[in-house]
Structures are given as structure tokens and as C-alpha cells.
């Protein structure tokens, strides 16, 4: 069987902003999502936590309201895909067909839109300001660069 691979895209503020939690602190924070290829991203094999300043993998930052998203939007797509999947294999089989059913559903519940509210403060960290992110306002006045994980005073 053909593996089924289902992207989900993830809203953004209105500043272009993706929201993350640190898996070793959890805090949230954000950082910019660089459009694809946007000569002004770093190409890394990992990310700081601005907040803690721990390096963790590409995709471990998800929040748990984004997974709760990401499943509830996989649901319809995953769906269609079983059915092309199901379609595909009777086909040229004699005396079957088979009916694509608009009722077919393997009752994943679908998901409201997330909402990304535009909070939070952003900051540049002088060791790589085309890197920004944002910090909630309470956050500490000593933050580490997503990048590289060098320190800065804010
Ligand atoms: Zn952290
Ligand atoms: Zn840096």
C-alpha cells in the first residue's frame, strides 16, 4: 500500500508568526515561519528555546492545541484518501465496483479553524535578526537566539 502523507497547515498571526511550545520548559513563544524558500532562513538541524535556551528537534515544538488540530484536520483528507485507496483496488476487477459513497467516513470528528491571536512581543536577537520571535510580555529580560542559542539581554 502507498503510504498516505496529509499536510496540515498551521495558521499564522497576522505578523507571519508561528506559535511553538518548548518541549523542555513548556513555554510558549513564537518564531517566524520563513516562507518556502526564503533565502533569509537558517537552514538548522535543531532550534533553541529563546525562554530556556534548550535545543530541541524541528518537530518537536508542536502545542498540544495545534496536535489536537493537526488530527482533527487529518480526519476528511484521510477519509478521501482510503476511499481513492479503496476505489483504486476494484478497479479492473470483474463483476465488482465499487461506489464511492459520500457517507464513507472513518468518524475522525472534523475540527474548527485554530485561531492565532497576535500576541505577544517580538524580538530580534542581535546574533541573528533576520531569526525573530515573539515572547509573551512576562516573559524574562534574558532570551537565547533560536538559532544558535547565544544569549542577548532584551
Ligand atoms: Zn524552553
Ligand atoms: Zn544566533
Request: hydrophobic share 35%; proline share 10%; charged share 25%.
Amino acid at each position: 500500500m502507498d503510504e498516505i502523507s496529509i499536510s496540515v497547515s498551521m495558521p499564522l498571526d497576522n505578523d507571519g508568526f508561528l506559535r511553538r511550545e518548548c518541549p523542555s520548559c513548556e513555554q510558549e513563544f513564537k518564531w517566524f515561519a520563513h516562507e518556502e524558500g526564503d533565502v533569509a532562513a537558517e537552514s538548522v538541524e535543531q532550534y533553541f528555546c529563546p525562554l530556556c535556551g534548550s535545543a530541541s528537534d524541528l518537530d518537536s515544538w508542536w502545542t498540544p492545541a495545534q496536535l489536537e488540530y493537526a488530527q482533527g484536520s487529518a480526519g476528511p483528507s484521510l477519509d478521501q484518501a482510503v476511499q481513492d485507496l479503496m476505489e483504486e483496488s476494484f478497479k479492473g476487477v470483474k463483476g465488482i465496483s465499487f461506489e464511492p459513497s459520500r457517507n464513507f467516513s472513518l468518524e475522525i470528528p472534523t475540527q474548527e479553524p485554530l485561531a492565532e491571536p497576535d500576541d505577544m512581543e517580538i524580538v530580534q536577537p542581535p546574533c541573528h535578526p533576520n531569526e525573530p520571535v515573539k515572547i509573551p510580555e512576562t516573559a524574562v529580560s534574558r532570551l537565547h537566539c533560536l538559532i544558535c542559542g547565544e544569549p542577548f539581554a532584551v
